[in-house]
C-alpha cells in the first residue's frame, strides 16, 4: 500500500477503533511500498492509540519491504513442520525441566478498563520454587519493601489480596502444544523477537480442552474454566517459543472477570549450569466488574535469578526498581 492509503487508515482508526484489527491485517497482507520514517511511527503512535500489534506489524512490513528474502512467509507446509517441530521440542523440554527456584518482581496496577491509564498498586518479592512433576509453591518475600518475617509456601501469592497468577513456566506451554488438546494454528506474519526471527501464528484451543481455570476473589470466591487463544512466536532457527499471548475464551456471561490476558516473554537461563528456556518477562491483565464498572489490573512480572532447588531466594537493593511496561514488549 501508498503511504497515502495507510495515513487515510490511521486517521480512519480516531473515528473507528474497531477497525485496527482490518488495519493490522491490510499491513501484514499487502505490506508497504515506502520507506518507514520516524514521521509515520510518530503518527502511527497517535493514531493508533499505541497499539503494540499495529506498530509491530508495520515494522515487520518494513523489514520485508526492505530485505524480501529474509522476511519471506514460510510456506504451508515449511509451516506445518515449524509447528510440528517447536511441539516435539517443546513438550520434551517440559519433561526434562529440573526443579528450581527463582525470584519474581511484581508490581500490580489498576485502571479503568480501556483507559490503560493504569495506577501502581504495589510491588510484590515472591519466590516461587517449581518441582519437575508441575507443583509450584509461592512466599511472599516483601511487600512494598517491607519484608515478610515467616513467609510460608502456598500454591499462589493470593494471600496478601488483589491479582495473582501461576502456570508461567510449563502449563500455558504444555496446554499449546499438547496433541491431545487439538490446537488450531494459523501462521499470520514473521517477527523479530531479542534480535530472533520468529515466525508467528494464531493459535485457539476450546474449553473442553484448554480447561484453563481462572479464580475471581473477593467477597465471594467464584471461579470458571475457559478455552483459550492468542500468539504464539516461534524461532526460526531452532524452533523454540520466544514469546506467547494467550486470551480466555468462552467466558460465561454471569462470571465477574470479562477478560483475562497474559503476554509472556521467554529467554534462556542457566540452572547448574545447564540452559533452559523459561520465562523472563510476564504481562497479566484481568478485567472485571463491579457494581457499575469495570475495571481493570496488570501485574508486571520480572522473573530473575533461576537457580538448584534448595537455594535460598535472597532479597538485593535493586529488586524493588521499577518494572517499565515496555521493557516487556520490547523488539
Do not use: C, H
Amino acid at each position: 500500500m501508498t503511504q497515502t492509503e495507510y495515513v487515510k487508515m490511521l486517521y480512519a482508526l480516531e473515528k473507528n477503533p474497531a477497525a485496527k484489527e482490518q488495519t493490522v491485517e491490510a499491513v501484514r497482507k499487502r505490506g508497504i511500498g515506502f520507506a518507514l520514517t520516524d514521521g509515520v511511527r510518530s503518527l502511527t503512535r497517535s493514531k493508533g492509540k499505541n497499539d503494540e500489534e499495529l506498530k509491530r506489524a508495520l515494522e515487520e512490513a518494513e523489514r520485508r519491504r526492505a530485505n524480501p528474502t529474509t522476511a519471506k512467509l514460510p510456506s504451508e507446509k515449511e509451516s506445518a513442520e515449524i509447528i510440528d517441530k517447536t511441539r516435539q521440542k517443546t513438550l520434551a523440554a517440559v519433561e526434562e525441566m529440573p526443579d528450581f527456584v527463582v525470584k519474581q518482581q511484581i508490581q500490580r496496577a489498576a485502571a479503568y478498563a480501556g483507559t490503560n491509564n493504569f495506577r501502581n498498586l504495589d510491588k510484590l518479592i515472591v519466590a516461587v520454587s517449581y518441582r519437575s512433576s508441575g507443583q509450584e509453591e509461592y512466599k511472599v518475600l516483601s511487600l512494598n519493601g517491607i519484608v515478610q518475617e515467616t513467609p510460608k509456601a502456598k500454591q499462589s501469592y493470593e494471600e496478601v489480596g488483589g491479582t495473582s497468577s501461576t502456570g508461567e513456566f510449563v502449563t500455558v506451554l504444555a496446554t499449546i502444544f499438547k496433541p491431545e488438546n487439538e490446537t488450531k494454528f494459523s501462521l499470520i506474519d514473521t517477527d523479530t523477537i531479542r534480535g530472533r526471527r520468529a515466525v508467528v501464528f494464531d493459535y485457539l484451543i476450546a474449553r473442553d480442552k484448554a480447561k484453563q481455570q481462572i479464580t475471581a476473589s473477593g467477597y465471594l470466591t467464584d471461579s470458571t474454566v475457559t478455552g483459550m487463544k492468542g500468539k504464539i512466536w516461534i524461532d526460526q532457527e531452532d524452533a523454540r517459543v520466544l514469546r506467547i499471548e494467550s486470551e480466555a475464551t468462552e467466558i460465561p456471561e454471569t462470571f465477574q472477570i470479562r477478560s483475562a490476558k497474559r503476554l509472556i516473554d521467554y529467554d534462556w537461563a542457566t540452572i547448574s549450569n545447564e540452559k533452559y528456556l523459561l520465562p523472563a518477562l510476564s504481562d497479566v491483565r484481568l478485567t472485571f466488574r463491579e457494581s457499575s464498572k469495570v475495571y481493570e489490573t496488570r501485574n508486571l512480572i520480572r522473573f530473575k535469578d533461576y537457580q538448584k532447588f534448595g537455594t535460598d531466594v535472597l532479597i538485593l537493593d535493586d529488586d524493588n526498581t521499577e518494572i517499565v511496561p515496555e521493557e516487556i514488549k520490547k523488539p
